[in-house]
């Protein structure tokens, strides 16, 4: 391939779309966290408004607010020159300029990054009279055609595959799919191409439009029967041109790359953590390529000498070589959510952007080989003709020779004539296939106008409604088989041979479901016949989703599209208890972060019902369950500690539970659909059964781990009583993380000596401040754990407790128990400061030390406290608030024996101060004596408490009573009325309520009330006190 090169480098165009708030977040009371100017766009971090971000891009488009809808269906800017960014306005500034690289004989590519539900369908593909890029770019090429076919003849060439899992699928194939999909091949002219891949001609928009319609078709079926998520796969549409200018004898050809690539979510985690399995994954392999060698030809652009880049790590980066950093002038769309729930995708797609538009391409002018051998072969006609003659003219009769010549000259004629007429005889195909589709198409919309039927209703928007099974009259049998004449075939995990049963009489279709299948209609379990309704909701097996829409005459003038994929899933939270509509709004406002977790609860959910059904066809005996961390749990201070997702894995034979992370579970469940396909395709080809079990070795099995303590609840033990040096005996209960109580553990807090003896009652302090710069020696005891439902469940567990207190940087774990429902723990810890300063103060005041039940598995070791970092004494005491006086300082000698000299004199004064107040004080005592007789009188002075020590009774009596009225209010706070309450359980719930409403006033009153009260005698005591002394 000759090619001429273009002057200087081409930097990556990149725009970014900020598109309007979706259905979910508006009815959340989302706030909008990015603004624009210009071409800058500034990002504010929700949960701190001081923390924002800028970035600047070759294009920005606001479409988030602004616009309205016209009477052809088209969003416009509400007035005239407004900022609202339409699809013509993307278009002219990207669209525009691809088409002109193109026709200059440029490749070109346009890249589509963001998260799934960020706007890169809509980009790219459009909706309804809303076109994109794409269908716009066919339409202004073809026109182009037309408008210049006087001196150039041009050719189209379309194809369109998909990238899953490291796999190339065409999806314009008519044949079967190959196993492993399509291989990737390389050539030094060519660079990476696919093997096998079906290239179209074309000579129309409309002939693209069918095309890109049949491919889309293709990616919805193979999605739904390989059970794949379309969101983690890319898209790519291939358009090939080649002009071809007669009187310059001049050919270019160019391609046309456009990549809708998958979904860049950015997994939340609690932290960075290692699975075992994660490399073992290809589903993410393509976009985490893609990122590293967007990261490298950035590198590369700022001189970086001797970078790797590594194109050939992935699929996906292999064909996009030319187009980032080679021979391609490249364009990328980056689309954002404006959400506060959004916040860490949109600003991960930022980012990646930014990296991405410092890449330099070196784009040429490309000519086509294949003109050149024509050239070629029309320029060595010219040759052999010329000899010819020659050879007649010279009158030489070399019959022979001549004889050669001719059948060389008549070969390469045929040559020629078959390398010009493969263009008419393959655009003859693809007319013939363009008629086929047709009419399939006419028959089908003459289909809906007559039957009901139910449509496919996708995660991917531009998959939604590409199925359509029609409902004709009689009784049809849904499900895997196709042998009757009278079934509907759908596939798709957790179907049956014979799913359900679809009736259609008297205008009326019913649905019945077969024993065993699952079938869910508008969010709730279907067992019976049920009539349906136009526009019903029906989810089959794991997560087939259908929307069902009724005759003609039921349609009306009804706007299927609000019930998209986000409608079945918030439907399906609805009925689990999870209201994400009108009822979320309040929270949403002050703690956006929460609602974000619960819309990936909504989200997971699909994945971990097919996530359980693959372990059931597997023969895997594993249960999956979403559960929410921390959703009722609290930190040492008692602030709301951050929530997250997590899946509880749940072996059913041996017991054994795991804890994974959202990030962890999706990278299984890609890997256990590999499994599960591979089970598939062997079941298929060799006919096996599950008693065969489709068994993997277990280091590389996704649903199996090593055991490991899980953290099944904590309890928080106050204390504020080791401030007054006051003994503090409680029964806490131990949450889980969504509330359930897992335990009550009995601990307690003993103030104590230096050498462990509890302190009496006459040390109580009064004051808290009293014990600034002194020592304070305190025992924690864990005395029992009663109840514990982690081995009332399984007998062969145990338990441990963990805890950390004040500045100990290291968890301190109590020894594990075994196989007991109420283990005696007895464990003992004695801390000391040496100096107290206030900051240790203020902690005992304010904060508690978080007891954490940890559960323990047969196979599993225990947890060790780690000691290293910790200083202890000789008799196990361990030392906590090291910092000692801040006032220390170093002096030097010489103003030590200063101050030294200072102090002794002023010992020597106090001692004589001393002395003489000795004698005062034996002098006083003696007329008090004299003047105070009678030995009732003399008893009842040293019988008299002294007032600090009632008080300091009476306030550890209002503390015990007050730690009481605490686990009532903890009591109220859970007691909620069951889901499945009636008129008559919500009444009784109502008076169960206002009981504990009663006791808890009734208890808070008593204990304020007694306080009062021995605070009223200790004064009166004290004022009689002063009125004898007076």
């Not at 060595?380 to 010329?386: G, K, P, S, T």
């Not at 009736?503 to 508008?522: F, M």
Request: with cysteine; net charge negative.
């Amino acid at each position: 391939m000759r090619a001429k090169e273009a002057p200087g480098k081409d930097c990556v165009k990149v725009a970014v779309r900020v598109r309007p708030f979706i259905k979910r977040e508006r009815d959340a009371g989302s706030q909008c966290i990015i603004t624009m100017t210009s071409t800058s766009i500034i990002i504010q971090d929700p949960r701190d408004c001081q923390n924002r971000r800028a970035f600047c891009f070759d294009y920005a488009y606001w479409s988030h607010n602004c616009f309205a809808r016209d009477h052809s269906g088209l969003y416009v800017a509400e007035e005239l020159g407004g900022r609202y960014a339409d699809q013509n306005s993307v278009f002219q500034d990207l669209g525009e300029g691809i088409l002109e690289n193109a026709l200059q004989g440029y490749n070109a590519t346009l890249l589509a990054y963001g998260q799934t539900g960020s706007g890169k369908s809509y980009s790219m593909m459009g909706y309804g009279p809303n076109k994109g890029l794409v269908p716009k770019l066919c339409d202004r090429l073809f026109e182009t055609i037309r408008e210049n076919q006087e001196n150039r003849q041009c050719q189209v060439f379309f194809s369109m595959l998909e990238i899953y899992n490291e796999q190339v699928v065409d999806l314009l194939s008519r044949g079967t799919r190959p196993p492993g999909g399509l291989r990737v091949r390389e050539e030094m002219q060519r660079g990476f191409y696919v093997e096998g891949l079906r290239t179209i001609p074309c000579e129309s928009a409309p002939q693209v439009e069918q095309l890109m319609e049949q491919g889309t078709r293709t990616r919805t079926t193979a999605a739904t029967h390989m059970n794949a998520n379309s969101s983690r796969s890319h898209m790519l549409i291939i358009l090939q041109l080649k002009q071809i200018f007669s009187k310059e004898s001049i050919t270019k050809q160019s391609n046309i790359n456009l990549v809708d690539l998958a979904g860049s979510e950015r997994q939340r985690s609690s932290g960075s953590e290692a699975d075992r399995l994660k490399e073992g994954t290809a589903i993410n392999l393509s976009l985490t390529t893609l990122g590293n060698v967007i990261s490298a030809l950035a590198d590369v652009a700022l001189g970086k000498k001797g970078v790797h880049i590594p194109y050939r790590d992935s699929v996906l980066t292999k064909l996009l070589q030319s187009a980032l950093g080679g021979n391609s002038r490249t364009v990328m769309i980056a689309t954002l959510s404006p959400a506060d729930i959004c916040y860490e995708e949109s600003l991960s797609t930022l980012r990646y952007a930014e990296r991405a538009k410092r890449i330099q391409n070196r784009a040429v002018v490309n000519e086509s080989p294949t003109e050149r051998l024509v050239k070629e072969l029309k320029a060595e006609n010219a040759r052999l003709l010329q000899r010819l003659s020659r050879m007649g003219q010279e009158g030489r009769r070399a019959s022979d020779e001549t004889k050669e010549l001719r059948q060389l000259l008549t070969h390469n004629e045929l040559q020629i004539r078959a390398i010009q007429s493969l263009w008419e005889q393959h655009l003859q195909e693809a007319l013939k296939d363009w008629e086929q589709q047709y009419a399939n198409i006419t028959q089908e919309r003459r289909m809906m106008q007559m039957h009901p039927y139910i449509l496919n209703i996708n995660e991917d928007a531009q998959l939604s409604g590409v199925v359509k099974l029609f409902i004709q009259e009689g009784e049809w049998d849904v499900g895997l088989s196709d042998s009757s004449p009278r079934s509907i075939t759908i596939k798709g995990l957790g179907i049956q041979e014979r799913h359900a049963v679809l009736k259609n009489e008297q205008r009326r279709v019913t649905l019945t479901p077969t024993a065993g299948s699952k079938v869910i209609l508008n969010g709730n379990t279907v067992c019976q016949t049920t009539e349906l309704q136009h526009l019903d909701r029906l989810i089959l097996g794991s997560n087939s989703t259908y929307l069902f829409i009724g005759y003609p005459s039921e349609r009306g003038a009804d706007d299927w599209s609000r019930y998209d994929y986000d409608y079945f899933q918030s439907e399906l939270a609805a009925a689990e208890g999870i209201h994400l509509g009108e009822t979320g709004a309040g929270f949403s406002q002050t703690d956006p972060s929460l609602l974000a977790v619960f819309y990936d609860y909504v989200k997971l959910m699909p994945m971990v019902a097919e996530a359980n059904q693959m372990s059931q066809e597997l023969n895997k005996e594993v249960e999956f369950k979403l559960e929410i961390k921390n959703l009722v749990l609290s930190d040492s201070k008692g602030h709301d500690l951050q929530k997250d997702i997590v899946v509880r894995v749940a072996s059913k034979g041996d017991k054994q539970v795991w804890i994974w992370s959202k990030t962890k579970f999706v990278n299984r469940k890609f890997l256990m659909e590999d499994v599960y396909q591979q089970f598939q395709a062997k079941q298929s080809g060799e006919k096996v059964h599950l008693e065969s079990n489709f068994a993997l070795p277990r280091d590389k099995d996704p649903f199996w781990d090593p055991v490991e303590p899980l953290l099944l609840g904590t309890a928080h033990l106050w204390l504020q009583s080791l401030a007054f040096r006051i003994s503090l005996e409680e029964q806490l209960e131990v949450l889980g993380s969504e509330g359930t109580e897992e335990a009550i553990l009995q601990a307690q807090l003993v103030p104590c000596t230096s050498t462990g003896l509890p302190l009496g009652e006459d040390d109580i302090l009064i004051d808290p401040s009293e014990v600034l710069g002194r020592r304070l020696d305190f025992q924690l005891v864990l005395a029992q754990c009663c109840g514990v439902r982690w081995i009332r469940d399984a007998r062969n567990r145990g338990i441990q407790i963990g805890f950390r207190l004040f500045d100990c940087s290291q968890p301190i774990f109590t020894p594990a128990v075994w196989h007991n429902i109420n283990p005696l723990l007895d464990h003992r810890v004695h801390f000391a400061s040496l100096h107290t300063s206030q900051h240790l103060l203020d902690y005992l005041q304010s904060s508690a030390v978080v007891l954490e039940l940890w559960g323990l598995q047969e196979g599993c070791c225990p947890l060790s406290s780690s000691l290293e970092s910790v200083r202890m004494t000789g008799e196990g005491i361990f030392i906590i608030d090291e910092s000692g006086p801040s006032e220390a300082a170093v002096v030097d000698s010489a103003e030590l024996s200063c101050c030294v000299r200072a102090l002794q004199q002023d010992l020597e004064e106090l001692k004589s101060v001393n002395a003489s107040l000795r004698k005062e004080n034996h002098s006083l005592r003696e007329q008090l004596h004299t003047s105070r007789t009678g030995a009732d009188a003399t008893r009842g002075w040293l019988l008299r408490p002294s007032c600090d020590a009632e008080f300091a009774r009476a306030l550890k009596v209002f503390y015990h009573s007050m730690t009481s009225i605490k686990g009532q209010l903890q009591r109220l706070r859970r007691h909620k009325p069951s889901e499945e309450s009636d008129l008559l359980g919500l009444r009784l719930f109502v008076d169960e309520q206002n009981r504990l409403l009663r006791d808890f006033s009734e208890q808070l009153e008593q204990s304020v009330s007694t306080l009062k009260q021995d605070v009223a005698a200790i004064v009166r005591r004290k004022r009689e006190r002063s009125g004898v002394w007076s």
